[in-house]
């Protein structure tokens, strides 16, 4: 019974753990779109109008600019070994 009691444990962090990757990487998915839309922002018309952009260009562009993270699956995650025996 013990045993499925760490099994149950060493599981929820595993679960917990790829929670919490997935929020930091979309977090800094968001900051980067966040600074790109900034910097563009920036910009005057006129400079907006020679790269070929206008502002309603600027979020698709800066979505478009980035990578979305890909998902980090619970089965994907590894967790410390030696805490399998501590939980």
């Given at each position: 019974?013990?045993?499925?009691?760490?099994?149950?444990?060493?599981?929820?962090?595993?679960?917990?753990?790829?929670?919490?990757?997935?929020?930091?990487?979309?977090?800094?998915?968001?900051?980067?779109?966040?600074?790109?839309?900034?910097?563009?922002h920036k910009l005057s018309d006129h400079?907006?109008?020679?790269?070929?952009?206008?502002?309603?260009?600027?979020?698709?562009?800066?979505?478009?600019?980035?990578?979305?993270?890909?998902?980090?699956e619970v089965e994907d995650v590894q967790?410390?070994?030696?805490?399998?025996?501590?939980?």
């Amino acid at each position: 019974k013990s045993n499925r009691i760490y099994k149950g444990y060493y599981t929820m962090i595993k679960i917990l753990k790829a929670a919490y990757i997935n929020f930091r990487n979309e977090m800094a998915y968001r900051s980067a779109v966040k600074g790109t839309i900034n910097e563009l922002h920036k910009l005057s018309d006129h400079d907006l109008w020679d790269i070929g952009l206008s502002r309603g260009d600027i979020w698709s562009v800066a979505h478009d600019s980035h990578t979305k993270p890909k998902k980090v699956e619970v089965e994907d995650v590894q967790v410390n070994a030696n805490i399998r025996g501590w939980v």
